[in-house]
C-alpha cells in the first residue's frame, strides 16, 4: 500500500500526528512507522485511520499518484532548497492529468493537497487542477478556489522570459486569475 496515504490525507486534514493518534486510540509512533514505511499496516487499520480524518477508501482504476502526493514530493524538494527539481515534479504532474481520462483526473484531484511551503507552488497546483478540469467541464474541487491558493501579485514562472504583455496573451485563464505567468505551451512541451 502506498504509504503516502495516510501522510497526505492527515496533512491535508492539517493535523498531526500525534492528534490522529489521540484520535484513533493508538500511539503516535505507530502512525510515524506506517508513513515512513517502516510497518506494512493491514487495510481495516489504514481504513480506520481515514474514517478519523472524514475519509473512506475507495478504489480508482489507476497507479497514478493523486495530487495530494505530489503536493508534499514538491514540499520536500522545496524544503531541501531543490527548486528546479519542484518545477519537474510540477510537470510530472501535469503530464499525467493529461494522461488520464477526465474522471480519473477529477478522481486524483478531490483529495486537497497540503501547503507545499511556497505560496507559489499552492497556487501553481490549484491553477493546474483547475487548468484540466475545466477542460472538460468537470466540476473544480472547494479546495482550488481558496483564497490562500491566489498569489498576491503577479509571478512570472518562466525566469527567461522578457515580455510580461506577451505572456498574459499565452496564459492560461486559470493561471491569470491566480497571478501566475506561464505559457500554455510549457504544459503541452513534455
Known amino acids: 500500500m502506498n504509504t503516502q496515504l495516510l501522510k497526505s490525507l492527515r496533512k491535508s486534514v492539517g493535523i498531526s500526528q500525534t492528534e490522529l493518534a489521540l484520535k484513533s486510540k493508538t500511539f503516535q509512533a505507530n502512525l510515524s512507522s506506517i508513513e515512513n514505511a517502516n510497518t506494512d499496516p493491514g487495510l481495516s487499520t489504514i481504513e480506520n485511520y481515514l474514517i478519523v480524518l472524514g475519509y473512506s477508501l475507495i478504489p480508482v482504476p489507476t497507479t497514478k499518484p493523486c495530487v495530494a502526493d505530489f503536493s508534499i514530493t514538491i514540499s520536500e524538494a522545496i524544503t531541501a532548497g531543490k527548486d528546479s527539481k519542484a518545477y519537474r515534479l510540477f510537470i510530472q504532474l501535469n503530464d499525467n492529468l493529461t494522461s488520464l481520462e477526465p474522471g480519473l483526473c477529477h478522481a486524483l484531484s478531490l483529495t486537497p493537497p497540503p501547503p507545499t511551503g511556497d505560496l507559489r507552488y499552492d497556487a ?66 513534455h
Open 124 to 189: 501553481l497546483i490549484a491553477a493546474l487542477v483547475d487548468f484540466h478540469l475545466s477542460k472538460t467541464s468537470l466540476p473544480v474541487p472547494v479546495w482550488v478556489n481558496e483564497p490562500a491558493r491566489k498569489l498576491p501579485a503577479k509571478w512570472i514562472v518562466d525566469l527567461y522570459e522578457t515580455s510580461e504583455a506577451k505572456l498574459i496573451k499565452k496564459t492560461p485563464k486559470e493561471f491569470l486569475r491566480r497571478n501566475i505567468l506561464i505559457d500554455e505551451a510549457e504544459l503541452f512541451s
